[in-house]
């Protein structure tokens, strides 16, 4: 292949599954891993030291819930020490000062605070757990401790008409950074599609609502805003690139492309305890499946926009088509665009019927 | 220009022995500044203005102008890098 492959830039670290929040939007894949499962302590030291190796810079400690691990500590520790910017991502359930002083103290340099909704009554509803005072009080221990926070949301049909709320909470919270990300389709939030799909009315009452934010706050706190890609024309730049600058370890050891990529069936699944790191970054069937342009089909293959959208999603691809080298089915290109239309019409419909199904709220999945 | 630049909180700048090279660490990414570049956000320690960077530099580049200097700030500052205070 005619690739230079670069190394990677970020390592999304995937503690643990487990969490005590149900959030139905939740991308972590339905089968989630168990905790007899997980890496242990040495794994993931190994495992910190060979992505550092590797050229990775930025470690991402997610999950599920990060600090439900114990040797989160000594994780952060390591990483920092091997000189990379780490980054806390989690729901700040467990977040107290003395946790929060010592990851600081060990070298974390951020922290990425999720929160359901602009009001405990709404926010506790979707996160299926009263989380939202507790997460203000997170919000709060991050301030004092003096580390920058970005406060991410998930945007869905039942927190967008709080756009407004939710962008002077996070001003409240006293927040650098505001992620506003419309829901993407996978995992959990794939199998409440119907049920999280905001309408065409509330994207559209959000968006002054978040544009004039932007230049109210400018300099004060960054607003990302995150687009709903099925009524986008063109799909998202995923990922800018499959095996391009990041790459995902979930908590069994799995090593992906990206985090939803286990639902691409076809691909072969690596793992950091038959194979080393670096070695799967540059020589794996999956890591290379899609990397440049020779995978490519028609429309992408000669498509202006080819260098900039990568022709989109893989792991939608295969999702709405069954075929992970098809064009991103987002794209108004791509002749199965008909596929996401049809899924916006059935959803209007559910939603005009008076038909949107309840939440399948995030829950283990029962081990036999 | 507004008094004394500093790297924003949570910006970091270090050595990448792999790249070999300076880079710039930030919660959405990484920048990677060139050698000058580099030089300059060492010296923004949150104390020195531009005149007394651009002096510094001076005894290790040859011909440093406070523009320059003032430049490359901007550039960074676009890119939520630097700030001043
Ligand atoms: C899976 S969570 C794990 C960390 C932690 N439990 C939390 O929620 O912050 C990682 C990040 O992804 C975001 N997220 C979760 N599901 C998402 C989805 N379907 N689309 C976009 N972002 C999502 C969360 O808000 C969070 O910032
Ligand atoms: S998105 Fe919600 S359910 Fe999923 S891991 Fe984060 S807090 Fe837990
Ligand atoms: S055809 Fe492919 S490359 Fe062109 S805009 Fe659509 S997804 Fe992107």
Redesign the pocket.
């Known amino acids: 292949m005619d690739v230079t492959v670069e190394p990677p830039l970020g390592m999304l670290a995937e503690l643990t599954h487990r969490c005590p929040l149900h959030c139905p939007y939740c991308s972590n894949p339905v089968e989630l891993a168990a905790k007899r499962d997980e890496l242990t302590t040495e794994q993931w030291l190994a495992v910190i030291e060979a992505a550092r190796d590797l050229g990775v810079l930025q470690v991402h400690l997610s999950g599920g819930e990060p600090l439900l691990r114990p040797d989160l500590p000594e994780l952060v520790s390591r990483a920092s020490d091997l000189g990379c910017y780490v980054n806390l991502v989690t729901s700040g359930l467990g977040l107290t000062k003395p946790r929060l002083t010592d990851l600081a103290e060990r070298g974390l340099a951020h922290v990425q605070l999720s929160v359901q909704g602009a009001d405990a009554a709404r926010a506790d509803l979707i996160a299926g757990a009263k989380a939202h005072a507790r997460k203000i009080d997170a919000a709060a221990v991050v301030h004092e401790v003096g580390l920058p926070l970005s406060v991410n949301v998930v945007l869905h049909r039942a927190n967008h008409d709080q756009v407004g709320a939710l962008i002077a909470l996070a001003e409240q919270l006293g927040a650098d950074r505001l992620e506003l990300a419309n829901t993407q389709y996978y995992g959990w939030a794939l199998r409440n599609r119907t049920a999280l799909m905001p309408t065409p009315g509330q994207l559209a009452a959000a968006e002054p609502i978040v544009r004039a934010a932007v230049e109210r706050l400018r300099g004060r706190m960054e607003i990302v805003y995150v687009v709903a890609d099925y009524y986008e024309k ?2 998202k730049p995923c990922m800018y690139g499959w095996g391009a600058r990041q790459l995902t370890v979930a908590p069994n050891g799995d090593v992906l492309p990206c985090p939803a990529a286990s639902v691409i069936t076809t691909l072969p699944v690596e793992n950091v305890r038959s194979r080393p790191l670096a070695e799967i970054w540059y020589e794996s069937e999956s890591f290379n499946a899609f990397r440049g342009e020779d995978w490519m089909r028609d ?2 293959r000669t ?1 202006d ?2 260098a900039r ?1 990568f ?2 999603c893989r792991c939608q691809a295969f999702m709405l088509t069954g075929d992970a080298s098809a ?2 089915p987002v ?1 108004s ?2 002749p199965d665009r008909s596929v996401v239309d049809g899924i916006l019409a059935a959803e209007d419909a559910a939603v005009r019927s008076g038909g949107v199904p309840e939440f399948v709220m995030r829950t283990p999945t029962v081990v036999r | 220009m507004p008094g004394k630049p500093r790297l924003r909180r949570g910006v970091r700048l270090t050595f990448d022995k792999v790249r070999d090279t300076h880079v710039l660490l930030f919660p959405e990414g990484v920048l990677v500044p060139n050698a000058t570049a580099a030089a300059v956000l060492e010296l923004c320690d949150g104390a020195s203005d531009v005149d007394q960077i651009a002096a510094r530099l001076g005894t290790r580049f040859r011909g440093v102008r406070a523009e320059d200097v003032t430049d490359v700030l901007a550039r960074f500052e676009d890119r939520r890098v630097v700030e001043w205070t």
């Open positions: 063109y799909p429309p992408c498509c926009f080819r959208d022709g989109g064009t991103d794209c290109r791509s």
